[in-house]
C-alpha cells in the first residue's frame, strides 16, 4: 500500500534556505509575523494533517467513488470526518483576509500548506480548495452585503464554493455558453441551464455550497462579451445569513472518469435557480481573469504533487525489490539478486522524478512569492514587476510541471514492472489522478498558447525580459565561480537563446499568425526546461555556499548537487530538440487538408 | 462512443505496395499459395469480424471486467460468444501447421489479422494470442505424443494456452523462481507453486486450457539453469485425447488493474497438479528464447493498435467539435467557431499519431516478413540474414512501438480536452489499456538492454550493420533523386551517426559496464525514430512513384508525402536530445548513493 511523508527537509530548503521567506515576509506590509516559527509550526502541523488524516483515504477515494442518491452526492468513507477536522483546525481560513475571519497569512505558505494536503489526497484537496474561485470572487466583485452573506461562511470552510463555467459543448470557449439569466422584479435572476464538469459541485460535507455561475442576461452580446457572473447557493440565507430555502441547483449525475474518483465532477443543472448577479453586467470574463493566475498556480500544483507520491513509493520499492545483478558485479552478494536501484535506468527513472519535483517546487514556491508581493508591497514598481513575473511564470508552472509531473508518475509506475499495473500498489491510481492536470483549468496546449501569444509576444517580449534578466543577473554574478560553471555556461546559453528564439518567432509570426501556435507547446516546454534549470542552478550554489560553511548534514547538499548535474546532463538536452521543432514552421502541420487525415 | 474501422487502405498499401507481399510469398516455399487474392480475402474477413463482433465488446469489457466464481472465471458479456465465431471462422488456425490442422498461411498475414482484431479489443484477443506461446512450445520441444493429444486442440481453438513464468517475487529475474516440480511414479510431476500475472490464466471460453508452467526439478542448479517446463491441462487428457479429469491447478484470485479489465490476469494455484515435461530437463528457459521474438512482435502491435484507436476516434472528434477561432481567421465562418482540427496544436498530436500509427505499421510488418522468410527459406545465407534481423528489430518493435503508443494513446485523449477524461469517449480507457504493453513481455527498460547489449554489442555491431546496410543501400539508390532529398539526406546522415554512436558506447563500455546501461533506452528510442524515418522515407517513395505514373487516389499518396514531412521535421528532431543524453554517461546516474535519494 503507498504512503506519504510530507517532505518537510526539502520544503525547509526551498523555502528557507534558498528563497529565504523569512526575509520575504518581513519585507512585506501586512506580512511581518509570518516569522520563521509561524513557517514552521504551519509545515508542521500540515504535515501531520496530511500523513494521518488525508493520505490513509487516497486510496480508499479511488476504490469507492462517490455516488449520488437522489440530488446528494455521497463522499468516500472519512472524507466528511476528514473535511470537518480540516474546518476545526482553521485550515480553509490559513491565507484568507482578516475582515472575513481568515488568518491573513501570506499566499506562498499556502502554497506550501496545499502541496502537503494536495500530495497527501488530490481528490479529497479539491474539495476545500476549490472554494478558492468562488471565496476571490466575491471579495473582489460582490456588494459589501454579498460579502457579509457569504465570506465569512465560506472562509471558515462552513460552507464550501464552485466555478461553474464549463457546458457540454463549451471548454475553451466559453464564448458559446448558453445558460441563461431572467432578471426578476425581487432585483434577483433566474437561472436555467446546465453545467457539466463542476469538480465539488456537490457533496455531503459542508452545510451549503455557493456556486460561481457563468450566464448570459437577455439581451446580452454574443461571445464573450456578453457573460455575467451570478452567486447561486445552493441553499439561499435567510436575513441571518443562515441556511433556509433549498435553490433550484442541483446535481444531475455524476462522471465516471480516469481518476480523481474521489471527487465529485457535477453535471448541474439549474432549473429556474435564484442567482444574485456579481460584478458588472457582462463583464463576467475579465471579471474571472483577475485571479485566474494564483488559480492555475494552485493546479500546477498538482504536477508537483504527483511527481512526489511517485518518487517517495518508487523509491522505496526500487530499495526493496530484489531483481537481477547490477551489470558492473553484486552489489548485495549475500541477497539472491541486487535491488533494483543498481541498475542504470532504473536510477534514470527515479532521478527523473526527483529532478521534476524538487526543481519544479522551487519554481512554484518562487512564483507564489510574487503573488505575496503582488498584493501586499506598497511599492508600486515592485508590485508591478511581480504581476508580470506571475503573469508569465503561469502558463509555464502549469502547462510545465502537469506535462513532466505525469511523465513522473509514469515514471513512478515503470519502476513498479508489472506490479506498476496493479492497483494494490497505488501507482497506476496516481497515473490516472495526475492525467486530469493536463486538461483542465486550460489544457497544455492553452496554456502555451497564453504563454507566447497573450504573455510574451503582445507586450513585445517585455514579460519574458522580466524574467531572463534575473537569470542574466545570476549567471554575471557567478561566472567566476569555477564549481558553478557547469551550471552557469550551459544556462547562460539558453538564456540567450530562449531571446532569439522569440524573436525569430514573433518575425514568423507577422507573416503567418499560425506559426504562433505551431511553435506553442514546444516554446512552453522549452521555458519551463530553461525556467527549472534556473532553479537548479540556484540550488546548487545554495549548496556549495553550505557545503563550504559548514559540516552539517552533507549528504543533503551533496544531493542537490549530484541531482542539479543529472538534470543538466540528462534533462535539459530536451530543449535541443524543442528548438529544431519549434523553428520548423506552420506547413508541416497546416499542409494537410483535413478531409485527408485518413482515408 | 468511440468506434473503429480498420484501416484497409492503409495496410494495403503497406503489404502490397511498399513491401510487395505478393511477390515475397511467392518466393518462400510453402507460402506460394497464399496470393494477392488470399491477402486481400483475409483482411476483408478480419475486418468485418473485428468491426462487426469485437470492436463492440472493448468498452462493455472494461465496464464489466472478469469475475471469479469459485474458481471459474467468468469473461465480460459477449466475449464468449464471440470466441466461439472466431473459432467457427477457423481464425486460430490461420498460421499453424497443415499438420495439427492448421491452414499454415504465413506469419507476417498473422500480424495483419492481429493488427485488425487487437485494435477491435486488445483484452479480447488475448484470450486468443496467449495460445501462440503454448502451442509454439509444443511443437518446438514437445514429444510426438505430447503433440498428438495438445496441438489439434490448440490450432483449432477449442482448447486455449498460457505461458506460467512469473512468481510474486520474480517477472524479470526467472532464475529466482521457487514452483517445484516433482517426479511421479507414473512419469509424470506434480507441481507446486503460485504463479501471478497469467493473462487468461482461466475463463469460460473454451473447454481446456493447457498452462506451460516453468518449474524446478528437486536436484536443479540455482538460478536460471535449474528451470524446467511442464505442460500441466486444466482438465487432463484421457486416453482418446478428450477432457477427463479436472487437474489440480486452479484460479486463486483476479488481479484488480488499471487496464485491459476485460482480460482476467489470474493468480494460478498449482497444488499438486500433475504436469508432463516438455523438452530437457533444466533447459526450460532457452526453449522459451526460441520464439521469443515472434511473441514480442506480437505484444509490439499493442502499441500500434492504442495508437490506431487514439487516431481514428479523435480524428473524429477533431473534426466535428466547434471551440475558438483560427489564429488566421475564421475557417467555418457559418458556424459559431471553427471544428478545433484548424489549431496547429491540434493537429501536431493528430499527425504524431498518424505518423507513428503508418510508421510503425510498415516496420512491423516488415520484421514479420523476416519471420516469414526465417521459417520458410531455403536458403541459409537469407535464413541466417532474416533471423539477424529479427533478433535486432524485436526489441526496437516491442519497446519504441509501446512507448510511443502510450504517447499517442494520450495525444487522443488530449485532442477531447476534458472530454477525453470521462469513461463514455473511450479515450482514457485506451490510455489505461495501452500502458501495460510498456511493462509485459519485457519492460521498455528489459528491451533496452536485450538491445544494446545482447544484440548489439554482443555481436561486435554486426546485426546493427545488417540493417543500417539496408538504409545505406536504400539512401544510395535514391541520392541523386531530388524529390528524395529532403528525406534521404538526414537519413543519411543519422544512419551514419547510429553506427557512430554505438562504437562511443562500446568503447565506454570496455571500462565500465554502467555505461551500457546508461545509454540503454536512449539508444531504444534512437534506434526506434532512425528505423522507423527509413519506412517513412520509403513510403515518400512510394507514393512519389506512384504520383509520377497514375493519377488515381492522388491525395492518398500527397498524403503520405506530407505526413513523411511532419515526421522528418517534428519528430524525427528528438533524435538530437536522445543522442546526446546516451553518451552523457554512467555518472550524473550513478554517483548518488541509494540512501541519499531522499532525505
Redesign the interface.
Known amino acids: 500500500m503507498p504512503s506519504y511523508i510530507t517532505?518537510q527537509?526539502?520544503m525547509r530548503f526551498v523555502a528557507n534556505e534558498l528563497l529565504n521567506l523569512p526575509e520575504h515576509y518581513a519585507s512585506l506590509p501586512g506580512c511581518e509575523e509570518t516569522t520563521d516559527d509561524i513557517i514552521e509550526a504551519v509545515i508542521d502541523a500540515a504535515s501531520t494533517f496530511s500523513e494521518e488524516v488525508i493520505a490513509p483515504l487516497n486510496q480508499v477515494g479511488d476504490q469507492q467513488g462517490c455516488r449520488l442518491e437522489g440530488d446528494t452526492v455521497i463522499t468516500p468513507d472519512g472524507f466528511k470526518e476528514a473535511y470537518k477536522e480540516y474546518v476545526d483546525g482553521g485550515w480553509p481560513s490559513l491565507a484568507n483576509d482578516p475582515d472575513w475571519g481568515g488568518q491573513g497569512l501570506p499566499d506562498s505558505l499556502s502554497i506550501i500548506v496545499n502541496e502537503s494536503v494536495g500530495t497527501a489526497n488530490w481528490s479529497w484537496s479539491m474539495y476545500p480548495l476549490l472554494s478558492h474561485g468562488c471565496t476571490k470572487t466575491i471579495e473582489t466583485h460582490g456588494t459589501d452585503e454579498q460579502k457579509q452573506i457569504y465570506l465569512p461562511h465560506l472562509v471558515n470552510g462552513n460552507w464550501t464554493g464552485t466555478m461553474c463555467l464549463?457546458e457540454s459543448?463549451?471548454?475553451?470557449?466559453l464564448?458559446?455558453l448558453r445558460t441563461k439569466a431572467t432578471p426578476q422584479d425581487d432585483g434577483s435572476y433566474e437561472i436555467k441551464g446546465t453545467k457539466i464538469?463542476i469538480s465539488s459541485g456537490e457533496h455531503d460535507m459542508a452545510e451549503n455550497i455557493v456556486h460561481i455561475v457563468l450566464a448570459r442576461l437577455p439581451d446580452a452580446p454574443a461571445g464573450t462579451k456578453g457573460i455575467s457572473l451570478f452567486i447561486v447557493p445552493k441553499f439561499l440565507p435567510d436575513s441571518d445569513g443562515n441556511v433556509a430555502d433549498r435553490n433550484q441547483v442541483s446535481c444531475g449525475s455524476l462522471?465516471?472518469?480516469?481518476?480523481i474518483h474521489g471527487n465529485a465532477t457535477c453535471v448541474m443543472n439549474f432549473d429556474g435557480a435564484k442567482g444574485f448577479l456579481i460584478g458588472e453586467p457582462n463583464k463576467g470574463l475579465s471579471c474571472m481573469f483577475t485571479f485566474m493566475n494564483s488559480a492555475r498556480l494552485g493546479t500546477a500544483m498538482q504536477g508537483v504533487a504527483h511527481a512526489e507520491w511517485a518518487?517517495?513509493n518508487s523509491?522505496a520499492y526500487a530499495?526493496d525489490r530484489?531483481?537481477?545483478r547490477?551489470?558492473?558485479g553484486p552489489k548485495a552478494p549475500d541477497q539472491?539478486?541486487d535491488?533494483i536501484?543498481?541498475?542504470?535506468?532504473?536510477?534514470?527513472l527515479?532521478?527523473t522524478q526527483?529532478a521534476f519535483v524538487e526543481g519544479n517546487r522551487a519554481l512554484a514556491y518562487f512564483t507564489a512569492m510574487q503573488v505575496d508581493i503582488s498584493k501586499h508591497t506598497t511599492d508600486e514598481a515592485a508590485r508591478e514587476h511581480a504581476e508580470g513575473l506571475l503573469a508569465f511564470l503561469t502558463p509555464i508552472c502549469k502547462g510545465f510541471f502537469t506535462e513532466v509531473g505525469?511523465e513522473a508518475a509514469?515514471h513512478g509506475?515503470?519502476v513498479f514492472?508489472?506490479?506498476?499495473?496493479?492497483?494494490?500498489w497505488g501507482m497506476?491510481q496516481n497515473?490516472?489522478d495526475s492525467?486530469?492536470s493536463?486538461?483542465?483549468e486550460g489544457?497544455?496546449?492553452i496554456q502555451?498558447?497564453d504563454l507566447i501569444g497573450r504573455k510574451v509576444l503582445m507586450t513585445q517580449g517585455e514579460s519574458l525580459k522580466r524574467f531572463t534578466k534575473i537569470i542574466h543577473l545570476f549567471c554575471k554574478e557567478h561566472a567566476g565561480d569555477k564549481a558553478m560553471k557547469p551550471f552557469v555556461e550551459p544556462l547562460a546559453a539558453l538564456n540567450k537563446e530562449w531571446g532569439d528564439l522569440t524573436m525569430k518567432i514573433g518575425m514568423k509570426a507577422m507573416k503567418?499568425?499560425?506559426d504562433?501556435?505551431?511553435a506553442?507547446?514546444d516554446y512552453l516546454m522549452y521555458a519551463g526546461y530553461v525556467a527549472v534549470a534556473f532553479m537548479w542552478a540556484k540550488m546548487a550554489k545554495a549548496a556549495q555556499d553550505h557545503l563550504a560553511n559548514s559540516d552539517s548534514?552533507r549528504?543533503?547538499y551533496?544531493?542537490k548537487i549530484?541531482?542539479a548535474?543529472?538534470y543538466y546532463?540528462?534533462i535539459l538536452?530536451?530543449?535541443?530538440?524543442l528548438k529544431?521543432?519549434m523553428l520548423?514552421?506552420?506547413d508541416?502541420?497546416?499542409?494537410?487538408?483535413?478531409?485527408?487525415?485518413?482515408?
Chains 1, 2 share one sequence.
Request: net charge negative; glycine share 8%.
Open positions: 517532505p527537509r526539502e464549463t459543448h463549451c471548454g475553451t470557449d464564448g458559446l464538469f462522471e465516471h472518469k480516469m481518476g518518487f517517495q523509491l530499495k530484489l531483481q537481477m547490477s551489470l558492473t539472491p539478486a535491488p536501484i543498481v541498475h542504470p535506468e532504473v536510477r534514470k527515479l532521478l526527483k505525469f509514469n509506475l515503470q514492472g508489472g506490479h506498476g499495473f496493479i492497483a494494490e497506476e497515473v490516472r492525467r486530469i493536463l486538461l483542465y489544457t497544455t496546449q502555451a498558447l503567418n499568425k499560425d504562433v501556435g505551431a506553442s507547446v548534514e549528504a543533503f551533496e544531493a549530484t541531482t548535474n543529472f546532463q540528462r538536452p530536451r530543449t535541443l530538440s529544431e521543432t520548423s514552421g506552420a508541416n502541420l497546416m499542409d494537410l487538408d483535413a478531409e485527408h487525415f485518413s482515408f
